[in-house]
């Protein structure tokens, strides 16, 4: 089983967050906690379905990612791109993505 951590978009602005060890949502994929099995993974979608339920969150997914040199990479170009940042110039205040970053 992949190693999954929990993601959303705020409600309040529609930014990308994951949640932390201290039940948190944070705007950094980097302090997200990881799942790594099956009892962690369902804990993570209860308490996405509690965030949602509570108007917290929206778009709840639990994603998979790999651990490499101690850097959470997403396995999916999409959550790579939601954890960096778009992949072109967007608006003040949001730099474009690390290529390498979401290279697949």
Request: no cysteine; proline share 5%.
């Amino acid at each position: 089983m992949a190693d999954k951590v929990l993601t959303a978009n705020r409600l309040t602005d529609g930014i990308a967050v994951w949640l932390n060890a201290n039940g948190e949502w944070v705007v950094s994929l980097q302090e997200a906690l990881v799942a790594r099995h099956a009892e962690a993974v369902a804990a993570l979608e209860a308490i996405g379905k509690k965030s949602y339920a509570d108007n917290q969150v929206v778009d709840v997914a639990v994603v998979d990612v790999q651990e490499t040199d101690g850097v959470l990479w997403p396995l999916r170009l999409r959550e790579r791109i939601r954890a960096q940042g778009p992949t072109m110039e967007y608006a003040p205040g949001y730099q474009p993505a690390d290529p390498a970053f979401i290279a697949v």
